[in-house]
RNA sequence: UGGGGCGUAGCCAAGUGGUAAGGCAUCGGGUUUUGAUCCCGUGUAUCGCAGGUUCGAAUCCUGCCGCCCCAGCCA
């Protein structure tokens, strides 16, 4: 009876480590560098380690990792905090910064000095990238690797005194030149930078490197797992030989996993970034771009990302999950959620010739078709309907179950109608059609239980609002972007379609921030930038499965 | 051709010597006033390949192949 859920391989050392007592309390940390925004692989992360420390009564930190001024802004600080809380996450009192910890890393920058594990560098950069050698051939001592531990500290010491400018030495590590493992050449551990801090101000002017900034504000925090991605594997031995070196009292257990990678999307910073400089998106916060704010732009609702990173999994694995993951886990928490309403994208004209000329009927209408407790709503019915051009088709094959000269269709909650006329302009489209209804078919009535194929959703002309409506596709036409030499190239320019639809008048007072469903199409949201009361502007975020899309497609591409 | 990591169905992913879970997708079928939802059913997975150990291997051993990461005073 008690099956055993299936952990993964982190969890099961988290439970391990509890179980045997190597730790009685789990911490852990979610650490960003503050120079961008936040995408769907820090969701991830995100989640992991704030779900795992809360599984087990742990806490989480949320710590900036903010040790290259010049490169990190505040601006991204407070973007980080609103998309982790956004997400749901309470990091509570534990909101820390890399730099709040740089009395501390002085401090133990100078005790490994002093015990002979690191020493100042005065090669220039260039320099010291020539001594470092290859991948394949050792790296030679720097000709001041020997200098005296007091000289060192006073070097050391004036560097942070300012004396020097930037570039003129380095703090490095004295490890071994020859490693295989590159991170264990001699790594910088400081350098000058004479350079405002977003969070430290002008009081530092050298400023740790991430290997040792990152491994001692584990250790500071107590942090007992330190969750990071598949990159930093190789960095584990020089995160050890810090802990080694300094033996602080809380020793934390780095651990890898791999990154989550999401198929037609692309998640580097330098990419996501030059898509919002180049202005081929919008901002950072575009929705069509994997970061948090534009998931949340678009109207990805929370559960939904959550669910996402769910079923992705977390294992050591490189993956490269399908976009179809995650429409479907927006489909579901949305298709759960969401009330149903009725709005028409690309308005077809359709008069109701047999339909009185001012009479208006209100329609009843379900808000949510298997939650009967969200209500109804009603919708004006008249003599001129807006239809979706796509419910009309003039050579239908027999399987098309819509609008067809001649043929009948049930208007969602409303008449079933029959199209008589079709009416064209000059060049021949077709602009409106002429159908007569049967007034014995009204929905709900059950003065006819005549039942049609195809129902199809529709708007009054008279009473319809006019909204904008942004349609979103990937950005990319190839599944892996990111392994793409210039992404230029495999932008899709239809990412972005807008459309100028008919919406039913109770839209009129859908708020920012809820999410609807058009029925037959998708889910909407309105756009929290762009929206405005006079002027409506809706984000699709998702359309509904479509299986006669489907079949459409299956259908050209026998044709060839 | 140095070091580290990874290879189970289209995409994820369990499995840790006893004869391949599950999810998503796919494909059938049923219900349906959303071609949605829902419900049923559906997978010859050479467990990267080749050897070996064993009564028995996805699991152990050896060799090979493929993919990812590392030569920032970035993180």
Redesign the pocket.
């Known amino acids: 009876m008690s099956e055993t859920p299936?952990?993964?391989?982190i969890r099961?050392i988290i439970h391990d480590d509890l179980e045997s007592g190597k730790h009685s309390e789990i911490v852990t940390r979610f650490?960003?560098?503050p120079?961008g925004h936040l995408h769907i692989g820090h969701v991830m992360s995100i989640c992991l380690n704030f779900g795992v420390a809360a599984e087990n009564g742990g806490r989480t930190y949320l710590r900036l990792?903010d040790?290259?001024p010049g490169?990190e802004s505040k601006e991204y600080v407070d973007a980080i905090k609103n998309d982790v809380h956004w997400l749901g996450f309470d990091w509570e009192d534990r909101l820390t910064h890399?730099s709040d910890y740089f009395g501390e890393l002085y401090e133990s920058a100078s005790r490994l000095i002093e015990s002979g594990g690191a020493y100042v560098?005065s090669?220039?950069?260039d320099?010291?990238?020539e001594h470092?050698?290859?991948?394949?051939e050792p790296g030679r001592n720097s000709p001041y690797r020997d200098r005296s531990v007091e000289e060192n500290m006073d070097l050391f010491r004036r560097m942070r005194e300012g004396e020097f400018g930037?570039?003129?030495?380095?703090l490095r590590a004295r490890i071994d030149m020859s490693s295989?493992?590159?991170?264990l050449r001699d790594?910088?551990l400081y350098?000058?930078?004479h350079i405002e801090h977003q969070n430290a101000g002008d009081e530092w002017c050298i400023?740790?490197?991430?290997?040792f900034?990152?491994t001692m504000s584990d250790a500071y925090e107590h942090i007992t797992h330190s969750l990071c991605t598949?990159?930093?594997?190789?960095?584990r031995p020089l995160y050890d030989w810090f802990l080694d070196q300094l033996e602080p009292p809380h020793r934390p257990r780095q651990i890898?996993f791999?990154r989550l990678?999401l198929?037609y999307a692309v998640t580097s910073k330098r990419k996501l970034n030059a898509l919002v400089e180049e202005g081929i998106v919008s901002g950072w916060d575009d929705p069509r771009m994997p970061t948090i704010a534009g998931m949340r732009r678009r109207g990805y609702p929370v559960a939904s990302l959550r669910e996402f990173v769910a079923?992705?999994?977390?294992?050591?694995?490189?993956?490269?999950?399908?976009m179809?993951?995650m429409e479907?886990c927006v489909?579901?928490t949305l298709?759960e959620q969401a009330e149903?309403r009725m709005g028409v994208l690309r308005p077809l004209k359709v008069v109701l010739t047999n339909y009185a000329q001012d009479q208006v009927e209100m329609m009843e209408a379900m808000n949510?078709?298997?939650r009967p407790e969200l209500g109804t709503r009603e919708m004006p019915f008249s003599r001129e309907l807006y239809i979706e051009r796509d419910d009309f088709m003039e050579d239908a094959p027999r399987?098309?179950?819509?609008l067809k000269p001649g043929g009948e269709v049930?208007?969602?909650?409303?008449y079933i109608i029959r199209c008589d006329d079709i009416v064209r302009n000059e060049s021949g489209e077709v602009v409106e059609l002429h159908c007569s209804y049967d007034p014995d078919?009204?929905?709900?009535?059950g003065s006819s239980d005549r039942?049609v194929k195809?129902?199809?959703?529709w708007v009054s002309c008279e009473h319809a609002i006019d909204a904008s409506v942004r349609l979103y596709d990937r950005l990319f036409t190839v599944v892996n972007p990111n392994?793409e030499s210039d992404f230029h190239s495999v932008l899709n320019a239809q990412s972005l379609e807008t459309v100028e639809a008919k919406l039913e008048p109770s839209l009129g007072e859908l708020p920012v921030g809820q999410a609807v469903?058009f029925?037959?199409?998708g889910y909407f949201c309105a756009d929290e930038k762009d929206d405005a009361p006079a002027a409506r502007v809706l984000n699709r975020i998702v359309t509904?499965?479509?299986?006669?899309a489907?079949?459409e497609k299956?259908a050209m591409q026998e044709q060839g």
Request: aromatic share 8%; no cysteine; net charge positive.
């Open positions: 299936s952990r993964d391989f099961q650490p960003p560098e120079n990792d040790t290259n490169k890399a560098d090669l220039s950069a320099e010291i990238r470092r050698g290859t991948l394949t930037d570039g003129e030495h380095v295989p493992n590159m991170n790594p910088a350098r000058i930078r400023y740790p490197m991430y290997d900034a990152h598949l990159e930093f594997e190789d960095h890898e791999s990678n198929a079923r992705a999994g977390v294992t050591k694995k490189d993956k490269l999950i399908e179809g993951v479907n489909r579901e298709g149903r949510h078709p298997a399987k098309f179950f819509r049930r208007l969602r909650f409303g078919t009204r929905s709900g009535t039942k195809g129902t199809i959703h392994a469903q029925e037959r199409l509904l499965r479509d299986s006669w489907k079949l299956q």
